[in-house]
């Protein structure tokens, strides 16, 4: 099963909106990051926030982490359509091999 | 970009039929991983690799196997391919599995099989 389910699956708003996407994992991690994949395309890194963090800011996103309600939000600021994608959440264990486990995604829906 | 090529791109095959897939990525990355992506299912690891010649399995690893003799190269095998193994999959590379794990990744070969 999937360590990190995202909430909502899908998402709609009008451009200039905020968007808010919420993460749920289940065990212990390391860091947890978020991902975006434009259709058709690979996915490409956005922004990584460590278990001893609680908030991370990179350009228009803040990214939030709750280890204690095993949860994490990604904040999209002044949407633009540009910003017409899936996103993801990934979280790392603490084992030495890397290996990130995705949730299933929020398709975010920015109309001009 | 990242320096990672997958190949074949697109593929369509027959039940039964033998498939590989390849990963190369001229970054000298340690980490190589093979994700699957299904609608209503996210990415699943498959099988990743922490090194030449060194591999092991990820959530969804039956019916595949890998290999990776160079340090540039990940194969992906389906012996036998099954209607159930259409998917895109995407190759994946991390610089450092033992620190961040961020994750650089390829642009995907969508297969089916028939």
């Known amino acids: 099963s999937q360590q990190g389910e995202e909430d909502p699956q899908a998402l709609s708003i009008q451009e200039g909106e905020n968007a808010t996407m919420n993460c749920s994992y289940k065990?212990?991690?390391?860091?947890l990051q978020w991902y975006r994949q434009n259709s058709g395309r690979g996915l490409v890194h956005l922004i990584l926030?460590?278990?001893?963090?609680r908030e991370k800011h990179s350009g228009r996103l803040r990214v939030t982490l709750d280890t204690s309600k095993k949860s994490s939000s990604l904040l999209i600021t002044a949407s633009r359509a540009a910003d017409t994608a899936s996103y993801f959440c990934?979280?790392?264990?603490?084992?030495?091999?890397?290996?990130?486990?995705f949730g299933q995604g929020t398709t975010l829906q920015v109309k001009p | 970009d990242a320096g990672i090529t997958q190949s074949p791109r697109h593929k369509v095959t027959e039940t039964g039929t033998p498939v590989t897939l390849r990963c190369h990525q001229t970054?000298?990355?340690?980490?190589m991983y093979w994700y699957r992506q299904d609608p209503g299912h996210g990415l699943r690891l498959i099988h990743y690799?922490?090194?030449?010649?060194?591999?092991d399995k990820g959530e969804v690893s039956d019916g595949y196997s890998v290999s990776r003799s160079k340090t540039e190269d990940f194969l992906l095998t389906l012996e036998s391919a099954t209607s159930s193994q259409t998917s895109v999959y995407f190759c994946?590379?991390?610089?450092?599995?033992?620190?961040?794990?961020?994750?650089?990744f390829g642009e995907g070969s969508r297969l089916t099989v028939l």
């Open positions: 994946a590379i991390s610089e450092s599995g033992q620190t961040t794990g961020e994750l650089f």
């Open positions: 065990t212990s991690i390391n860091n």
């Open positions: 926030i460590r278990s001893n963090e």
């Open positions: 990934a979280t790392k264990g603490s084992s030495n091999t890397g290996k990130l486990i």
């Open positions: 970054e000298n990355h340690r980490y």
């Open positions: 690799s922490y090194g030449v010649k060194d591999t």
